[in-house]
């Protein structure tokens, strides 16, 4: 099974800063990665499909790219309704798995 | 508009079964694969299972596989999940999503339904 190593667990930063988040497949998985942002008591929601195709709707300061085994979410300006939990996911063959998940606090 | 919205959860004591039931509407739901994903209480998420657009194929995480079967019904617009032999560290909410067209992984995903595995 492919395994996906988020990093890092959690971080804090202000309104404004640019962040990134890495995962790291355990094998190659070309683009068929995406990222997902989940907000306390709801439901995750698509930001990035195909490793680096920006959701329909979702702001054009989210971006993600890499190919392969490396891949990175990138938020160029955090804005306040951005705080909340990241997870990529792999869908390159069964079983799918998730990153263990970015929590991104307020400093 | 399109929409996932899962029932059947509750409290259940270990070793028992529960069907959980997710209710698709505003798509063609006989066009998508769908799947269940799981978030245990404070914890990350884990995909559980998928089902083709026509039920013929089924892939299940190595955790549920052998308890949990995932199934459909076309004619009634409704993903299934029936679980087995539940064990505490089933507890989790449990959410249905679509598969998104050209199988880009999940768009659309159901508000999740909560299930309390407890003696």
């Known amino acids: 099974d492919i395994q996906m190593t988020q990093s890092p667990s959690s971080l804090s930063a202000s309104v404004g800063d640019r962040v990134t988040i890495t995962c790291r497949a355990s094998q190659g998985i070309r683009n068929d990665l995406g990222w997902y942002q989940q907000k306390p008591g709801n439901a995750p929601k698509r930001l990035i499909y195909a490793a680096s195709s920006l959701q329909s709707g979702v702001p054009s300061r989210f971006s993600g790219s890499g190919y392969g085994t490396e891949f990175t979410l990138t938020i160029s300006s955090l804005q306040p309704e951005d705080f909340a939990t990241y997870y990529c996911l792999h869908y390159n063959g069964y079983p799918w798995t998730f990153g263990q998940g970015t929590k991104v606090e307020i400093k | 508009q399109v929409q996932l919205v899962e029932s059947g959860g509750g409290v259940v004591q270990p070793g028992r079964s529960l069907r959980l039931s997710c209710a698709a509407s505003g798509f063609t739901f006989s066009s998508y694969a769908m799947h269940w994903v799981r978030q245990a209480p404070g914890k990350g998420l884990e995909w559980v299972a998928v089902i083709s657009f026509d039920g013929s194929d089924k892939y299940y995480a190595d955790s549920v596989k052998g308890r949990f079967i995932i199934s459909r019904d076309n004619s009634e617009n409704t993903l299934y999940l029936q679980m087995k032999s539940l064990r505490h560290e089933d507890t989790a909410v449990y959410y249905c999503?679509?598969?998104?067209?050209?199988?880009?992984?999940?768009?659309?995903w159901g508000q999740g339904t909560l299930v309390t595995v407890s003696s």
């Open positions: 999503a679509r598969e998104s067209w050209g199988s880009d992984a999940v768009d659309i």
